[in-house]
C-alpha cells in the first residue's frame, strides 16, 4: 500500500522540510545572485538551519549582479580565489561545454553545500539525486523539482528584490562571457554582448594572446587564426584547440 506523500513536491512547505530532515546547521548556501539562489537562501532562512551564504566571484560576473548582492545581501560572503578567470586564461586552454575548468576552478567550494539547482535548468542536472554525494562533498537542493513559475511565484509572493537583469529580459544570469551564452542561443547572447562589450573585447584579446603563445610553444592548432576559432567559440562549434 502506497502511503501519500505529506507535501507535494514543488511547495515551499516542501522544501523547508526538506532543509530541516537533511541539511546540517552551520553549512555553506551557494549564492549567485539570481532568482533560483534568491528563492533558496530565503527557505534557508525559513527554516531556522543554521547557514552562510557564499558568492564566488569569476571576474566574469555582471557588475549589475555584484551590486545587488552588496546592496541587499551585505551578510553574504564573497569568496575571492587567487586567481580570477582572466589569470588563468593565460595558461590554460579555452573553456567550453566539455572542458569547464573556469567553474571548477572558480566556483566550486569543496565543502558540502546547499544550492539552487533545478531539474527544469537542463537534463544533466534532472539525472542527479537530490542529495548529491560525489568526490567526498554533498550538495542538497532544496527546489529540484520547482518549475520556473513557481520561483517567481515565490519571489513576488514574499515580495523579495531580484537583479534587474530579469527586468531587461534576461532569462538565466551568469558568466558575461561562457560557452552557455553562444550565438546559437541568438538573443542572450547578443544581449550579453551588447550589455558588456568590454568583457568580450578582453576576452577575444585573451584568446589572441593565448594562441600565439601556444603558437610559439611550436603547438599545432586547430584553427589558422585566433579570430578563427573565437568566431567557432561564439557559435559552440569549437571541439578542438589543438589538432589531434
Same mark, same amino acid.
Given at each position: /500500500?502506497?502511503? %501519500?506523500?505529506?507535501?507535494? +513536491?514543488?511547495?515551499?512547505?516542501?522544501?523547508?522540510?526538506?532543509?530541516?530532515?537533511?541539511?546540517?546547521?552551520?553549512?555553506?548556501?551557494?549564492?549567485?545572485? !539570481?532568482?533560483?539562489? +534568491?528563492?533558496?537562501?530565503? %527557505? /534557508? $532562512?525559513? &527554516?531556522?538551519?543554521?547557514?552562510?551564504?557564499?558568492? &564566488?566571484?569569476?571576474? /566574469?560576473?555582471?557588475? $549589475?549582479?555584484?551590486?545587488?548582492?552588496?546592496?541587499?545581501?551585505?551578510? *553574504?560572503?564573497?569568496?575571492? !580565489?587567487?586567481?580570477?578567470? =582572466?589569470?588563468?586564461?593565460?595558461?590554460?586552454?579555452p573553456p567550453s561545454d566539455r572542458l569547464r575548468w573556469c567553474c571548477t576552478l572558480l566556483k566550486k567550494t569543496g565543502v558540502d553545500q546547499v544550492q539552487g539547482i533545478r531539474t527544469?535548468?537542463? &537534463?544533466?542536472?534532472?539525472?542527479?539525486?537530490?542529495?548529491?554525494?560525489?568526490?567526498?562533498?554533498?550538495?542538497?537542493?532544496?527546489?529540484?523539482?520547482?518549475?520556473?513559475?513557481?520561483?517567481?511565484?515565490?519571489?513576488?509572493?514574499?515580495?523579495?528584490?531580484?537583479?534587474? %537583469?530579469?527586468?531587461?529580459?534576461?532569462?538565466?544570469? !551568469? *558568466?558575461?562571457? *561562457?560557452?552557455?551564452?553562444?550565438?546559437?542561443?541568438?538573443?542572450?547572447?547578443?544581449?550579453?554582448?551588447?550589455? =558588456?562589450?568590454?568583457?568580450?573585447?578582453?576576452?577575444?584579446? !585573451?584568446?589572441?594572446?593565448?594562441?600565439?603563445?601556444?603558437?610559439?610553444?611550436?603547438?599545432? /592548432?586547430?584553427?589558422?587564426?585566433?579570430?578563427?576559432?573565437?568566431?567557432? =567559440?561564439? %557559435?559552440?562549434?569549437?571541439?578542438?584547440?589543438?589538432?589531434?
Amino acid at each position: /500500500m502506497h502511503t %501519500l506523500p505529506l507535501f507535494d +513536491i514543488d511547495t515551499e512547505d516542501e522544501a523547508v522540510d526538506f532543509i530541516r530532515k537533511n541539511v546540517p546547521s552551520g553549512i555553506s548556501v551557494g549564492f549567485s545572485g !539570481g532568482k533560483d539562489s +534568491i528563492v533558496t537562501a530565503k %527557505l /534557508m $532562512e525559513m &527554516s531556522g538551519v543554521d547557514h552562510e551564504l557564499e558568492y &564566488s566571484f569569476t571576474g /566574469m560576473d555582471p557588475p $549589475e549582479v555584484v551590486r545587488f548582492i552588496r546592496k541587499q545581501y551585505p551578510h *553574504c560572503k564573497i569568496r575571492r !580565489g587567487k586567481r580570477t578567470f =582572466w589569470k588563468d586564461l593565460a595558461v590554460n586552454v579555452p573553456p567550453s561545454d566539455r572542458l569547464r575548468w573556469c567553474c571548477t576552478l572558480l566556483k566550486k567550494t569543496g565543502v558540502d553545500q546547499v544550492q539552487g539547482i533545478r531539474t527544469e535548468e537542463s &537534463s544533466r542536472r534532472a539525472k542527479r539525486d537530490r542529495i548529491n554525494r560525489y568526490n567526498g562533498r554533498t550538495t542538497y537542493y532544496p527546489i529540484f523539482h520547482w518549475r520556473e513559475w513557481k520561483v517567481w511565484e515565490f519571489i513576488k509572493e514574499h515580495k523579495l528584490p531580484y537583479p534587474v %537583469l530579469y527586468d531587461w529580459g534576461f532569462d538565466r544570469i !551568469g *558568466c558575461v562571457v *561562457c560557452p552557455y551564452h553562444s550565438e546559437k542561443t541568438g538573443k542572450q547572447h547578443a544581449m550579453y554582448r551588447e550589455h =558588456w562589450p568590454k568583457f568580450f573585447e578582453r576576452f577575444e584579446k !585573451g584568446i589572441s594572446e593565448l594562441y600565439y603563445k601556444r603558437v610559439g610553444q611550436g603547438k599545432h /592548432m586547430a584553427y589558422k587564426t585566433p579570430e578563427e576559432f573565437v568566431k567557432a =567559440w561564439y %557559435l559552440d562549434d569549437s571541439s578542438r584547440w589543438y589538432k589531434e
